[in-house]
């Protein structure tokens, strides 16, 4: 029995070696890039080479109102898990001003990226809205799991 841990134990520090070897330091600026859904992403790094804004647009085409659909975009100032090997995550909710007809989006959200080259980077989102109007839940809405890439 203990070969086969062994050989376990070594193949597993071998994938984490790997997924290590995939993530690169960023360089610094703004790399722009575009989502599954065909709409614009952009992550600005600061000089010490950490995530400084991760802005996306997507649309949450899947409701519990047969019609019901909610366009936004999402900007995270700062991701909070950012282990300095070019890799980045975070999560969190927000809530939306009024849009017409008195709505209110209740946002959450997350989020991880990975730099592989010092220009480009890919990742996940998804984002859940609960629509509100008078303080009423009308709809659920949300978006799958994206994907994006920047360069």
């Given at each position: 029995?203990?070969?086969?841990?062994?050989l376990v134990g070594a193949l597993g520090a071998l994938l984490v070696c790997a997924?290590?070897?995939?993530?690169a330091t960023p360089s610094k600026g703004l790399h722009e890039g575009m989502t599954?859904?065909?709409?614009?992403?952009?992550?600005?790094?600061?000089t010490n080479h950490h995530?400084?804004?991760?802005?996306?647009?997507?649309?949450?085409?899947?409701?519990?109102?047969?019609h019901g659909a909610w366009s936004d975009g999402t900007t995270v100032k700062n991701p909070r898990h950012q282990p300095g090997d070019g890799s980045f995550s975070d999560s969190g909710k927000?809530?939306?001003?009024?849009?017409?007809?008195?709505?209110?989006?209740?946002?959450?959200?997350?989020?991880?990226?990975?730099?592989t080259s010092a220009s480009d980077a890919h990742g996940t989102f998804s984002a859940r809205v609960r629509v509100t109007k008078n303080g009423t839940t009308v709809d659920h809405c949300h978006t799958g799991k994206?994907?994006?890439?920047?360069s």
């Open positions: 029995m203990r070969p086969v841990t062994a997924a290590i070897a995939l993530a599954s859904q065909n709409r614009g992403v952009d992550v600005k790094v600061g995530i400084r804004r991760f802005r996306i647009d997507w649309r949450a085409g899947k409701c519990d109102s047969p927000y809530k939306g001003d009024p849009i017409s007809g008195g709505y209110v989006g209740h946002f959450k959200y997350s989020l991880s990226g990975t730099f994206l994907t994006w890439k920047v």
